[in-house]
């Protein structure tokens, strides 16, 4: 009887864990995605100009970038639910606040709070339905999760639409805070137990310094570019890198765990193949809706419908590829979502100015294909080639992975418009020949990054990690 009881503890938190933590990813998914619909409007109506608008975008990514591998080996250290809780909360009462915010600066601010409170979050969910699932049922839950990443970056724009043009911008922020208060409270009083080391390790300061430098030098000096001083941070944040690795090889308890790269060829190339995946294939939407406006003349709505069809096939494959992930060799399932990615990307190398629109779906529906095959497994693959006292790290992880792919991939896309077309608007007869050239070489370029993606997601090797049992914690 006891161990029935038990049991049935556990099955609860399991799926008290998997509810919370996905409608916690889809909220911030749907978040990001509707802002970004409804930045245009919030700039209008506090004339906010350009340079501040590109900050209110940035900043928060920035944030959530440069701070989840710090937050990671803290939740390690005093307890991931704990940390998730404080997260949720800083996001909750960040978006109230930002609802009531009447200038740029004070958004800002608080755009950077929020994303402190995104990288609490991101640090700690992946790393607590690590904690609470055995290996056989891992893939499932991150399917699962990552599914509802998708269903928010599906519904997010329709729904962003629709509440800017009815409500106005400030209930993109109000709208989430229901659900945010819902998952602190249950958080708190229902889910039950807690995930940490059982000794609590010196934390590294001068390296979390180091690695927040060196990566807000990066992603700033990327989405800076061509600008000199872009260039420069650039430099720098490859000298500051360095020394982070130096310091971190050469000191007793680190933030980031080198040894887990050492003689872990299926961790390493794990996050290798997630990092050049999402660096090739992040920024395709962004271009095909500039195309489908721009070149095309499509509304914004009719664009966005076409759009669509990639995270819907996201969010279907999702959980399937995360199930599988549970009973066939990663190898075999990330390598194949990448093929189908690449496939994607080989068709928008044909982009022109009368391509059909048949077959930028069916680039879009590769794409999704591609996603929904490659993210959950290749999380399942970070997260079962770690011990249980580096969760936290190696949740941070497959967030940083996704954050700076995504960056670099923007960041790529930015560049050869600035190169290529320059200071031209749409209404010039030589925009769309320059537009049509620069994002050919995009898809050329991320072809080939695709293509190195595919060999790094088959260079992990076979799947080591069926059938280990975890040490059931906090239960």
């Known amino acids: 009887m006891k161990n029935r009881i038990n049991f049935s503890a556990l099955k609860e938190t399991r799926v008290i864990a998997l509810i919370l933590i996905s409608v916690s990813s889809f909220i911030s998914a749907f ?63 960040s978006a109230l606040v930002l609802g009531f915010m009447n200038s740029s600066t004070t958004i800002i601010i608080m755009r950077f709070i929020q994303g402190i409170g995104s990288a609490l979050v991101f640090a700690t969910g992946t ?80 390296g979390s310094i180091i690695y927040i430098a060196t990566l807000f030098m990066l992603l700033y000096g990327f989405r800076s570019l061509p600008k000199n001083y872009g260039y420069g941070l650039i430099g720098a944040s490859i000298a500051t890198f360095g020394f982070f690795l130096w310091w971190e090889w050469n000191i007793d308890y680190p933030i980031l765990q080198l040894r887990l790269f050492q003689n872990n060829r299926f961790f390493t190339f794990a996050n290798l193949a997630a990092f050049t995946y999402y660096t090739a294939t992040a920024a395709t939407t962004f271009v095909l809706s500039l195309y489908l406006q721009d070149i095309r003349l499509y509304s914004a709505l009719i664009a966005g419908l076409i759009l669509l069809a990639r995270p819907i096939f996201q969010a279907i494959l999702s959980p399937i590829g995360g199930t599988l992930s549970d009973k066939i060799d990663h190898r075999i399932i990330t390598t194949t979502g990448v ?70 991939s923007l960041g790529l896309v930015t560049l050869l418009f600035a190169l290529i077309i320059g200071d031209l608007g749409t209404e010039s007869i030589q925009y769309e020949f320059q537009f049509l050239r620069s994002s050919r070489i995009a898809f050329i370029i991320f072809v080939v990054v695709c293509v190195i993606s595919l060999i790094f997601s088959y260079l992990r090797g076979k799947n080591k990690y069926f059938g280990i049992e975890i040490k059931e914690e906090g239960i």
């Open 31 to 93: 978040s990001g995605s509707a802002f970004t619909l409804a930045a245009p409007s919030m700039a209008l109506d506090l004339s906010i100009n350009t340079a501040e608008l590109s900050w209110i975008m940035t900043i928060y990514v920035l944030a959530t970038a440069m701070l989840q591998i710090p937050f990671g080996k803290i939740a390690d250290n005093f307890g991931r639910k704990r940390i998730y809780l404080i997260g949720t909360s800083i996001f909750t009462i």
């Open 339 to 408: 093929g189908f990615g690449l496939i994607g990307l080989i068709l928008l190398t044909f982009l022109g100015s009368e391509t059909s629109l048949i077959l930028i779906i069916l680039s879009l529906i590769f794409g999704g294909i591609g996603f929904g095959l490659f993210s959950s497994p290749n999380a399942n693959s970070i997260m079962s080639a770690v011990p249980k006292e580096s969760y936290g790290v190696a949740s941070a992880l497959v967030g940083t992975m996704r954050t700076v792919g995504m960056t670099f």
């Open 127 to 206: 790393a607590i339905l690590t904690s609470v699932y055995p290996p056989q049922k891992k893939g499932f839950a991150f399917g699962i999760n990552i599914g509802s990443v998708y269903l928010g970056l599906t519904i997010g724009p329709s729904l962003g639409g629709f509440l800017t043009d009815f409500f106005g911008w400030r209930s993109i922020f109000f709208s989430v805070v229901p659900f945010g208060l819902i998952i602190v409270f249950l958080v708190a009083f229902v889910l039950k137990g807690e995930w940490k080391n059982e000794e609590k390790e010196k934390f590294d300061w001068i």
